[in-house]
């Protein structure tokens, strides 16, 4: 993924893969993944770096602040624009195949493109701790 074209900050931006066409039920594994240096990932589902289910998913990128050590909270910086488990965009459409630990598309997001919307029951509220992976 890039921002304006170039890599994201390191260690900030957070992504999930969320059901497609459902909400997520409660307690199910969300796999999820901060993206590293040079926009390297890998999702995690049960483990680090298990990688997701096979299955059709959403994705959602939140761009986070710094909190203590190994811990992000919100509000998104990208006016939460890409963390609805509801995306509809294709970019955001991803299909992980059996024995793959999910690839994304490289998604260039245009920061003057974006407009602050609602939270949500999925962004992370102010504050919030994310343990980082």
Same mark, same amino acid.
């Given at each position: 993924?890039?921002? &304006?074209? /170039? $890599?994201?900050?390191? *260690?900030?931006?957070?992504?999930?893969? =969320? @059901?497609?066409?459902?909400? $997520? !039920? @409660?307690g199910?594994?969300?796999? !999820?993944?901060?993206?590293?240096?040079?926009?390297?990932?890998?999702?995690?589902?049960?483990?680090?770096? &298990?990688?997701?289910?096979? #299955?059709?998913?959403?994705l959602?990128?939140?761009?986070? !602040?710094? *909190?203590? %050590? #190994?811990?992000?909270? #919100?509000? &998104?910086?990208?006016?939460?624009?890409?963390?609805? %488990?509801?995306n509809? &965009?294709?970019?955001?459409q991803? +299909?992980?195949? /059996?024995? /793959?630990?999910?690839?994304?598309?490289?998604?260039?997001?245009? +920061?003057?493109?974006? /407009?602050?919307? %609602?939270?949500? @029951? =999925?962004?992370?509220? $102010?504050? !919030?701790? +994310?343990?980082?992976?």
């Open positions: 993924m890039l921002i &304006d074209g /170039e $890599p994201p900050p390191l *260690g900030l931006i957070e992504m999930k893969l =969320y @059901p497609k066409g459902r909400a $997520p !039920k @409660p199910e594994r969300i796999p !999820k993944c901060i993206v590293g240096q040079d926009g390297r990932y890998t999702f995690s589902s049960y483990r680090d770096g &298990d990688g997701a289910e096979p #299955g059709e998913y959403v959602s990128i939140e761009h986070l !602040k710094m *909190g203590g %050590p #190994g811990e992000l909270y #919100g509000p &998104d910086k990208f006016g939460n624009n890409f963390n609805s %488990p509801f509809e &965009d294709p970019r955001f991803v +299909t992980v195949v /059996e024995g /793959e630990s999910g690839e994304v598309p490289t998604i260039d997001i245009k +920061t003057s493109e974006l /407009e602050m919307r %609602p939270s949500h @029951p =999925y962004a992370s509220p $102010p504050g !919030k701790r +994310t343990r980082r992976k």
